[in-house]
Every structure is written in C-alpha cells, then in structure tokens.
C-alpha cells in the first residue's frame, strides 16, 4: 500500500523536475525530432510513388537485403560469442583479466573509421598473415563484428553477477548436471538481457558506415550496405531518394527500440 | 506549538489521513503512533511540509503554514534512513543548515562543534557517513537538524533502521537530549514500548484516523477500544473481554464464582511468569503472574486453577 | 555452478581467441605499423597543417558539444527521475534514438533542415548564419550522436539516490538551486564523469555524419576521421595510420578514465 502511496505522491517542490522537462523537450525537439520529421516529409514529398520507386530500385533492394543479412548474422555470432565472453569474464580468473574486460570496450571508444583501418591491416592486402578479404562479404560481417562487439558482453554481465548462485546450487543438489543447470537455470535468466543487447547490436549494425566504408569497397550489389547507399544518394544530389531508404531504416531502429523495451519489461516480470 | 485541523489527504484511492486533529504542545514530545499504513508518516510529512494536504490547515509556532515550502517553517526533520549527505563530512553535513543562511565561519564553526559534543560525536567530525554506524549517523542526523535551532523537531522512525540494542540505547539517549533541550517535538513510531517510554503525549493513528490522543498512562490503563487496548500492551481475553494478563488473577483453592481452568504450560521469564491455561470450553488465557505469586501458586502443567471473571476490561 | 576444469580451460581459450583475432591483434598491429616508420615520421606526420587543424577542430568541436551534452544530460536526467507528468515515457525513448539511427540518416536530417535549400536555411542564410558545410553544423552533428550518454549514466544513479537528501536539504532551509547545487550534482559526479567521458569519446570519433555535414573542406572543415579518410584515399596509408594511432591513443586514454571513472561509480 505504502510503494502505491509513494509514486502518486504530490511534490511541494517538483520545480527542478519541471525546469528540467521543459528544457530536455526544447533541446531534443530543436536537435532530434525536428530533423527526424523533415527526412520523413521529405521521403514522401514527391508522393507513395516516388518514395516506392526509390525504396524498390534494384540497388536499393540490394543494399538493404545485403544489410540486414549481414546485421543479423553479426548479431547472431556475437549473441553467441558475447554470452560466451561474459561468462568467463564473471565466472572464470585469470591474470589480465581486468585489463581484458576495459578493452571490451574498446568499439565503443575507438572512432568507426579507425576500426576500419585497424581491420584492414589485418586482414586487407598488406595483411602480415596472408589472409585479405577486404572488398567481399566477409569484410562487411568482420567490421560489424568489431564494432557491435560489446553490446551483448555488457548487456550480458551484470546479469550474470546479480545472479543468484541459490539457485544453481539448488539444482546441483536436486541431481542436474551443469549442461542441464546452464540450459534450465542460467540460460533463461540471462535470455532477457541477450536479446536486449542483441537488439542494440543489430540496430547498430544496421546504420554502420564508418568501419564498413574502407574496408568494404562498396561495391554495388555486393557490398554496399544502405547507410552507404544512402550516402551516394546524398553525394549524387538525390536526397529524395536518400530520405527514401533512411525512412526504412528508420523503421527498423525503431522496431528495434521497442523490441528492447518489451524485453526488459519481459525480463524483469519474474523479479520482486 | 502546532496544530493540525481537519487535515485529509488521498493518494489516488488511497486514503491516508481522514480529517485529523491534533496539537502538539510546546516543549513536549508527541508521539505519533500507529501499525503500517496508519497514516502516521503522512502527517508528519505534512506538518512538515514535505507534503501537500487535500483538506486542512497546518499552524505552527503561531503561523498559518499550510502553503508554505518546508524551508519556511523552522523545523527540523530527522529520516528513518539519515538522509545523510554522502559526500560530505561529519562536519558539513552538520553546518549544512548554517551555511545556507550564510553565517559566519566562526560561528558555523562554534556551534557545529557544540553540537557535535551534544550528542557526542566530537571525535568523528572529519570522517565520512559510510565510516559511521547507522547509530552514529542517526546522531549526527539529530545534530544536523538542530543546528539551525529550529521551533519544531520531526522524527519519521528514527530507531527504525537500527539493531535493537542501538534502539533502546538511542531511545534513552533522545530521552536525555529532550529534557536537555526541550524542542516541540513529534516522533513517528510504530512501536509502542518507544511510545510509552518517550512520548509526554500520544496519537494512536488507525486507518487515517486518530484512535485515541492522551498520555501514555491514560492509553494504557483507559483504552478507547479493543484496538486501542491490544495495540499498546499484551491482552488476554476472557469471556468476551480484554483484560490485561497481569490483571488476569488465578487462585489454588475455588472462590466463588471463579472458573476451574487447567494449566497448559508456564514459562518463567525472570523477573514474571506467564502461566497459559485452558477453560473449560477450550478458551486459551494467558495470566501473568509476580514471581511471589507464582511461588505462592506453585502452577504446573496440568494441575487446576481457579479464573477470576473479569471486572474490568474491554469487549473483544 | 562448478564448470570442470578442461571445460572452463576451453571456454578461457575460445573467448580469448574471439578477443584476440577480432580485436587486440588487429590494434596491436596498427600502433605497429605505425611506429614501424620511426617516431619522427610519426610525429611528422601528424604536425602537418591539415593535421593540426583537424586535431583542432576535432577538441573545439568536442569542447562545445560535450558541455551541452552535460547540461542536457543533468537536466533531463532531473526530468525523467523526479518530474511527474504524461509522456516521461515517451521522453524516455526518445532519448535513445540517437543510439539507434545511423550517422548518414543523421547527416541527411540535419541537411535537410538546415542546408541551404532545407527548412531553416534560408532564413539562416538571410541572417548570415552557415551550419552545413561548416562548423556549427559539425557541432550539431556531433551533439546528435554523442547526447543520450550523459543522460544514460546519470538518470540510474539519480534514481538510486534516492530525494531523501534533497528533502533533507530542504527542511534545512536551501531553496531549489543550493539544494541542485550542494546536494544533487555532488551525488551524482561519476554518473555524470562517466557519461562525460563517453560522450567526449563518440563526439572526438563521429564520422558518419560528419562526413555528410562537413564538406570535408580541408583546413576549414576537416575533423581528424574526415582527415584519416581522405588520407588513405590518397594512398597516404602511413599518413593515415598516423592519424589513427592517435585517435587510437585517445581511445586507451578513454578506456582508462572509463575504468577508473567506473570503479568510482560503482563504490559510491
């Protein structure tokens, strides 16, 4: 009764609150919404016809089939290997194991253009290995590994250390080996928090450019991804058209979004 | 002093208070009591300002205060949880009050330091609310809010957060500050032991409503009604009625119009001792006995007793 | 749960190795092939005009965008935690949109808007105000990208701080600003330096909607990624391994204060 009580409560002082809404709604307005607006007005300025024609053109097609197939196998392999990483960063020990998990964060800190490059010294044509897969496929899938990287390791951790070991011990002791104890007991506490950060991963893979831009080639119809596209679009004079298939993947940032929402509130359904 | 007049407040369906009425005399300490969701946090809360009642006036030290933010009021509030500013010392978060109204360092200094050596805490001035135990923090809490001499000292739970022995050292100590310095005082509790031991005055809180107002004595030995009764001490209950267990009388030998009842179990507690027997139509009723009228009894389990039917007492 | 040694071995081995080859070997070899060359061709290299004029712009761009970032963050963080009013949800999300879009829509946005021939451009114009193609705009790109991670870190610890403090505060007589100002802010100083230093790493490493907004006019609009860009499209690799080197060393620098910043945070 009381916690019912105490988020209907009328504040004596709720001036801070206030000034700071009125400001935020201002300042988002003016920076975000506003140009948000104008790339949807302007995707349909020249009527459904003009913005089909450029969502539907072959290359446009091609781009952001390219780009979703290649979003979602990223995020695929990284929801795998980021659980993988983040259990052994909370459960396992080792020297270096401090240092390992700062530079998980090491996408997030590093300019995308740079991720690029470092990605092509490796694996470009000067690579000191011999392996070069600059301008394919792959090298699209490599730069979104890299940057998309830490979304489900972070997403992942603080669950895996708020976890209450209770529970796994009391499965242990009720007879469950740790395969089971991993698939029944771990596994769907941690779900919530994968799929969320896999969300944040796929979105972001999605709207990549700068990693993918040097190391792609940008090849139209195979490896020019839509924020690529979009950009020739740009440089072309067609903003239209640019608008067109930013509406797209507007769209899908934004369905992404929501997914995320629901997750968490999905998730927390069983905490009290 | 203050007075609360026909004071409601709703949350959403919620009704936490229901057209209060009290006062709060001057120099006197007012206890607030009540179980969960009596609605005694909410009026202290309003007394204070940090809520905005529905209905109802708030006067206090001679002021109408029911508009006023609770910077204007001149109390000082203590929390359950300390509300300690985490990231200053001891001494800053005493002389926060003093600081905001600008006064000179020397005397922030001065008085900072006697209050600190009030409520005993002189050594701890540098160190940090995380170093303190949460006894020590509720201290330096109380020395915070004195710090600006304020008209009026408001306690939500102060002891509540604490272990029990914290508890009854501190309820001693406030005990002492108050005859010390005697502020018009209002404290929150839920715990009537804290209540009788350090109200001058109590309102018994039920539902948003006041159940009984009156010393602590008077509560205790003329209640208003079985809640009344059974909230601020332990009851029995004979014949439809609620009678104090030390009220309740057993004798060896028959007297007339007693009850023939059979002890079930009797339990020596020191200083008293509880002595649990059974009717005849299986009623349970707990007596509690002076260690010289047990001896004089001799009860044991299964042995018969006589009931005294109750004078006095209260219907269930 | 108690995993066995060879299984838990394994799992080091293969979570390292993902580490390894997706992320320390391809840095490590950068700073490598940077150094390669010796320290005075680096240095060389990165004190040319256009170099310093990018490294400039790039730490002006961020000086202006990160304080807004800062007062925007607080303020909002204030709104969402202790305001009280229909749509703090819709604010919410809100928020994170600019996690979500890519960097060209947000070029193309703003292009559209405050280009020449966009909505606020032609009164910009007439008062004598460019944004695309020059500064402010680079400014308003930046600020788009970098602006919910002051937000994202300050609103949890606001939360978890509870308003008993600030309510202390003001039955301790301090009006709205002094409580903000003496109780408020100080609580939440590494929420709000750990978002500060994130937010100061995305704007000083924006490309994508840079690149739209800019121009990429050397020596006027060039920030330090147009200028690693443009240098490996003129072949200049070491020129552009360079550059990186040294947004790369901001990087650590940022991954130190993240480090430290955090623990900070996280024992507060």
């Known amino acids: 009764m009381s916690s019912i009580a105490l988020n209907l409560r009328t504040r004596p002082s709720g001036r801070p609150g206030a000034l700071g809404l009125g400001i935020s709604t201002l300042w988002l307005s003016l920076i ?15 009527g459904f016809d003009t913005f089909w024609n450029a969502v539907s053109s072959r290359q446009a097609v091609a781009a952001l089939r390219f780009t979703l197939e290649v979003s979602l196998l990223s995020t695929l392999i990284n929801a795998v290997c ?5 259990w052994v960063l909370v459960r396992d020990r080792f020297r270096g194991k401090r240092l390992v998990n700062a530079l998980i964060d090491l996408p997030f800190a590093l300019p995308t253009i740079v991720a690029g490059l470092t990605l092509l010294a490796l694996y470009g044509p000067r690579s000191p290995v011999g392996i070069n897969v600059a301008f394919t496929q792959f090298a699209v899938l490599l730069a979104l590994l890299f940057v998309t990287l830490p979304f489900v390791i972070r997403s992942v951790q603080p669950v895996l250390l708020e976890l209450d070991r209770d529970m796994e011990e009391a499965a242990a002791s009720l007879g469950a080996r740790p395969g089971v104890i991993f698939a029944r007991v771990i596994m769907p506490a941690l779900l919530p928090a994968i799929l969320s950060g896999a969300a944040l991963a796929f979105a972001r893979g999605v709207g990549e450019f700068g990693s993918v831009v040097l190391i792609s080639g940008n090849v139209p119809f195979d490896t020019q991804v839509a924020s690529v596209f979009v950009y020739k679009q740009i440089e072309s004079d067609n903003p239209g058209g640019a608008a067109a298939v930013s509406v797209v993947l507007l769209g899908l940032s934004l369905l992404v979004l929501v997914a995320i929402r629901t997750a968490g509130a999905w998730g927390s359904r069983h905490e009290r | 002093m203050i007075a609360v007049e026909h004071v409601s407040k709703r949350f959403g369906d919620f009704v936490a208070l229901d057209d209060i009425s009290i006062e709060a005399p001057d120099g006197k300490l007012t206890a607030l009591l009540g179980p969960s969701g009596s609605g005694k946090s909410t009026l202290l809360r309003v007394i204070a300002g940090l809520e905005v009642p529905d209905t109802g006036t708030v006067v206090v030290s001679g002021q109408d205060a029911t508009r006023l933010p609770p910077q204007k009021r001149g109390i000082g509030f203590v929390f359950q949880h300390y509300a300690a500013f985490k990231h200053m010392t001891l001494r800053d978060n005493v002389a926060f009050g003093l600081k905001i109204r600008k006064r000179p360092k020397t005397e922030v200094a001065a008085k900072v330091d006697e209050l600190l050596h009030l409520v005993g805490l002189e050594g701890f001035a540098d160190r940090y609310p995380a170093q303190l135990s949460g006894g020590q923090r509720q201290r330096m809490a109380l020395a915070r809010a004195l710090a600006v ?27 002492r500050m108050h005859e010390q310095v005697p502020v018009t005082t209002v404290l929150v509790t839920h715990d009537q032991e804290e209540a009788m031991e350090l109200a001058d005055r109590i309102v018994l809180l039920k539902d948003g409503r006041i159940a009984q107002v009156g ?45 023939e009842a059979m002890v079930q179990r009797v339990v020596h507690l020191g200083f008293e001792v509880r002595v649990e027997v059974v009717r005849g139509d299986g009623e349970e009723v707990t007596a509690q006995l002076t260690r010289a009228e047990a001896e004089a009894l001799e009860p044991h389990a299964g042995s018969i007793v006589w009931l005294r039917p109750p004078a006095s007492g209260v219907s269930a | ?110 292009l559209l808007v405050f280009g020449r021939t966009g909505w606020l451009g032609p009164a910009l114009a007439d008062a004598g105000i460019q944004v695309i193609f020059s500064v402010p705009g680079i400014v308003l790109a930046t600020v788009f990208v970098s602006m919910p991670f002051v937000v994202r870190e300050v609103a949890p610890v606001l939360k978890e701080i509870g308003e008993e403090q600030e309510q202390a505060a003001a039955t301790l007589g301090a009006g709205a600003w002094q409580t903000f100002w003496r109780v408020t802010l100080p609580a939440v100083r590494w929420g709000l330096a750990y978002g500060v230093v994130l937010s100061t790493a995305r704007a000083i490493g924006e490309f994508g909607a840079v690149s739209v907004v800019s121009g990429k006019i050397a020596g006027e609009t060039e920030t330090l990624t147009l200028l690693v860009e443009k240098r490996f499209q003129n072949f200049d690799l070491a020129g552009a391994y360079a550059a990186s080197a040294l947004l790369a060393l901001i990087a650590l620098g940022t991954l130190l204060a993240m480090s430290v910043i955090g623990a900070r945070k996280s024992e507060a």
């Open chain 3, 1 to 110: 749960m108690s995993v066995d040694r060879p299984t838990r071995i394994g799992l080091r081995v293969v979570a390292l190795g993902y580490l390894a080859v997706l992320l320390l070997v391809p840095v490590g070899l950068v700073f490598y092939r940077t150094f390669e060359k010796g320290l005075g061709f680096v240095w060389d290299s990165i004190t040319t005009p256009a170099a310093i004029h990018a490294l400039f712009l790039t730490l002006e761009v961020a000086a202006i965008t990160v304080p807004l970032n800062a007062a925007f963050g607080v303020l909002a963080a204030l709104a969402l935690v202790r305001g009280r009013f229909p749509g703090r949800r819709l604010l919410d999300a809100l928020i994170d949109l600019p996690f979500a879009i890519s960097p060209v829509v947000v070029g193309l946005a703003l």
């Open chain 2, 149 to 175: 001499e304020p008209s009026v000292l408001l306690l939500d739970e102060p002891f509540g957060a604490l272990d029990a022995n914290v508890r009854a050292d501190l309820r001693a100590w406030l005990r």
């Open chain 2, 215 to 259: 010393a602590p004595r008077e509560l205790y030995d003329q209640p208003a009604d079985s809640f009344v009764m059974s909230f601020l001490g332990r009851v029995s209950k004979v014949d439809g009625r609620l009678v104090r267990p030390h009220d309740v009388a057993l004798s060896d030998r028959p007297e007339d119009g007693w009850e």
């Open chain 1, 32 to 46: 975000v919404l506003l140009p948000l607006a104008a790339v949807v007005v302007r995707s349909t300025e020249g």
């Open chain 1, 82 to 86: 980021g659980t993988l990483i983040a």
